[in-house]
């Protein structure tokens, strides 16, 4: 055994490096360290807590800095070799200017004294293999490849070595790179600390070289496949990451003025039960609560979805979730905020890759052939770049995020469809749509699906799925939405004063449909008239605004476009069942009752997303499917829309009107509708006729006539119906209904003061 092996020796019993390598065939023997031999390093000073004994202590002249002590001490004869050996040892070749030498510098700590030995022609051996670090000067780093990810990547390679493997690989590194690390304390270093070294003397580039390289020697070519698998999916995660961030981080709102999403997002209110019903909050009335779901449910936050700790959970282990919620009550934004946060790396990142599929998007493909594979590097090219294995592969999660099966208007037959698994084999859409749905498709992936309430059955009967539901705002996220989408506080104050001063306003705030409307229209006066603009007077404005948008807007999503007349005749039809269950005091009806109404249930609940379907539970074990309206007060301003189309219909009056409202003049619909009113004690008709007189308020006109025909004929004179709601008032001696009274004046947009001088008189 040469003097080098005897200072590397292991203990008795123990495993030495020497006998590793000779195990594995790896009998190579280093140039330099036949050259020099390194001495037993000398114990190092003991400077515990015991007292020091400092009776043979001799003072002795100042040390040379490192400088002197590494070149000018050294003799002459000696300086040449020492020179010459030292060259050789430490060089390596970077063709770059942020090489080795630029970074790392000698410490007396990290140097052995090398003492010159004589060299024998028995001696000699092949130097060992070192890989020729060579970086393009020109190439550009992909983004993605990151101090933190390059740390990690090799950090998590070289934590599946086993323990004698990884002894090994220190030694090659040393045996490799002498001028980075020395033998003595690269046995002490773990894991992080040896991948902290090297990156810090070498680019991440060069460090991923390196690391392959000595895998290569070790024979664990799987690692290395491994290691560029990590590298591969870093990038096209990157570059996903990317696409989705263009796509999803702006919102636009009304002309087309973008809004980070980020900015405006606030909490909603998700419960792990479904059938809940709608919110029943009104103003006037208290509603009886509704026979729904009588199970606690557990509040979520968008990153409760599919969270890591959720996955874990045996009772909540699904990798198909359905998260349903009627129209405006922020599907969308738990989408996109699910989205962004991973992007941002601030949840779910046990997710491998995020995959957004909205069925609006799907639609392109609807009569081609085509697989699932091919829809998703369509959508996103980066993903030309994966493998096939990298979709199979369990420790890379794949997340798919279906929105708006609503949207989706072909048939799905769970019975007849044949089965399909392959997702790299092109079929229909439609195939695609309904073995996804049955979870025979990529069984190892997570799906997530968002849904209004459905008429049909949109999932076969043995898919093991869990249904949580999205029920908007709850009451401090309200004015906290506000808070952010208007960035001047004095603009916020006044929106939300704004919203307060109306409790129906207040209440319909937890659709954050509706609180964007609310938003986009006070940003649109502070445009114009500034910070003191005059902000809506009317409710029933509002109301109008949500129904333009969920007609001519979100249901172009979900059927074929039709005419204004055809649009009249749906609202007539819809109005009237509303105005018929206001009459009897009834806020749902049951599915069966609902087909002797002549609409269509899908039309109401589905494309229009003015109604809600959930399943009622009366008694145990009985389960009804009961239908209303997203609110209350949907309910009455459809019902008051109904009788004003009624009444300014030219010569329809009679065969429209019916029950409380028989009279053929202009003026009398609306004096009954007040009387009536005034003999409700419970208030069932206020909101009723506040929208009433609220239609005749000419924004509210203008904006009705967009989307209805024929042209709406005004059927009373705002003076005129201001003065009759003025005489009630003075005849009026309840104070609530005096009040509603007050109400309807302003919807007419007659001011409080206009209304009290005429009073006085």
């Not at 009627?326 to 996109?336: Q, Y």
């Not at 008429?455 to 952010?484: A, M, N, Q, S, V």
Request: net charge negative; hydrophobic share 35%.
């Amino acid at each position: 055994m040469n003097d080098m092996d005897e200072s590397m020796a292991s203990p008795s019993g123990s495993f030495s490096f020497d006998q590793a390598v000779s195990e594995r065939g790896e009998n190579e023997v280093d140039e330099d360290e036949d050259i020099f031999y390194i001495p037993e390093r000398r114990p190092s000073l003991d400077l515990g807590p015991t007292q020091m004994d400092t009776s043979n202590w001799h003072y002795v002249e100042q040390a040379l800095n490192p400088a002197q002590s590494y070149r000018s001490m050294t003799s002459e004869e000696n300086s040449d070799i020492l020179e010459e050996d030292q060259r050789s040892f430490t060089q390596v070749q970077l063709d770059r200017a942020d090489s080795f030498s630029s970074c790392y510098s000698f410490d007396s700590d990290d140097c052995e004294k090398k003492t010159p030995k004589v060299k024998s022609k028995e001696d000699t051996a092949e130097p060992c293999s070192r890989p020729e670090l060579i970086q393009d000067p020109n190439e550009i780093r992909h983004p993605s490849l990151t101090v933190g990810f390059t740390l990690k990547a090799i950090c998590d390679t070289l934590q599946k070595l086993s323990e004698i493997d990884m002894q090994i690989f220190k030694r090659m590194l040393w045996r490799n790179y002498p001028q980075t690390f020395n033998t003595t304390t690269i046995q002490s270093m773990d894991i992080l600390d040896l991948v902290d070294r090297l990156l810090e003397c070498y680019t991440l580039e060069v460090s991923l070289q390196i690391t392959k390289h000595l895998l290569t020697g070790l024979g664990q070519e799987k690692l290395i496949t491994q290691l560029q698998t990590m590298c591969l999916r870093n990038e096209v995660r990157y570059d996903l990451r990317e696409t989705l961030r263009k796509k999803y981080c702006e919102d636009v709102a009304m002309e087309g003025e973008k809004k980070p999403f980020a900015d405006v997002f606030t909490n909603l209110h998700i419960t792990t039960t479904s059938d809940n019903g709608p919110n029943i909050e009104h103003e006037v009335m208290t509603i009886k609560k509704l026979n729904t779901n009588r199970q606690a449910g557990t509040l979520l936050s968008v990153p409760d979805i599919f969270s890591a700790e959720r996955m874990r959970n045996d009772f909540t282990k699904v990798k198909f979730i359905v998260v349903i919620g009627s129209a405006g009550s922020g599907k969308t934004m738990a989408i996109r905020k699910l989205i962004l946060d991973w992007i941002e790396e601030r949840s779910h990142q046990h997710i491998g890759f995020l995959f957004p599929l909205p069925f609006r998007e799907l639609k392109q493909f609807e009569g081609s052939t085509i697989s699932l594979l091919e829809i998703i590097q369509t959508l996103y090219p980066a993903t030309k770049k994966l493998r096939i294995e990298d979709y199979r592969c369990s420790e890379c999660k794949l997340l798919f995020v279906f929105e708006g099966l609503d949207e989706y208007t072909e048939k799905l037959d769970f019975e007849t469809t044949e089965l399909y698994s392959d997702f790299k084999e092109p079929t229909t859409l439609n195939i695609i749509v309904v073995n996804l749905l049955r979870g025979r498709l990529h069984f190892r992936g997570l799906f997530l699906i968002t849904a209004r309430p459905q008429t049909r059955h949109y999932l076969p009967w043995d898919t093991h799925y869990d249904k949580i539901e999205l029920r908007g705002f709850l009451e401090p996220d309200k004015d906290e939405y506000f808070k952010k989408w208007f960035k001047d506080p004095e603009q916020a104050a006044r929106v939300i004063e704004f919203i307060n001063s109306s409790k129906t306003l207040r209440i319909m705030c937890h659709l954050p449909l509706f609180c964007s409307l609310v938003a986009e229209e006070c940003q649109r006066r502070f445009r114009e008239q500034g910070t003191h603009a005059t902000l809506p007077s009317s409710i029933t404005y509002m109301y109008t605004k949500l129904l333009f948008v969920l007609l001519r807007q979100h249901r172009l999503l979900r059927a074929p476009h039709r005419s204004a007349d055809e649009e009249r005749d749906f609202l007539m039809k819809l109005g009237k069942v509303a105005f018929t269950m206001l009459e009897k005091g009834e806020f749902r009806i049951s599915k069966s009752h609902w087909k002797a109404t002549g609409v269509s249930d899908e039309e109401a609940v589905v494309n229009s997303g003015l109604c809600t379907l959930y399943v009622t539970q009366p008694y145990v074990l009985c389960h009804e499917t009961v239908l209303s309206f997203i609110h209350p007060t949907v309910q009455e301003y459809l019902a008051a829309l109904y009788t004003f189309l009624s009444s300014s219909s030219q010569g329809k009056q009679k065969s429209l009107l019916k029950g409380m409202l028989k009279a053929q003049k202009d003026m009398e619909p609306y004096k009954t509708a007040v009387d009536k009113s005034l003999k409700c004690e419970d208030g069932k008709l206020d909101l009723f006729l506040r929208f009433l007189f609220g239609m005749l308020h000419k924004p509210n006109l203008e904006l009705l006539q967009s989307f209805v025909a024929p042209p709406i004929k005004q059927p009373v004179s705002i003076e005129d119906a201001a003065g009759l709601l003025r005489k009630r008032i003075r005849d009026c001696q309840d104070p609530n209904r005096k009040i509603n009274l007050q109400c309807c004046l302003e919807e007419l947009g007659v001011h409080a003061s206009d209304s009290a001088s005429h009073l006085s008189h």
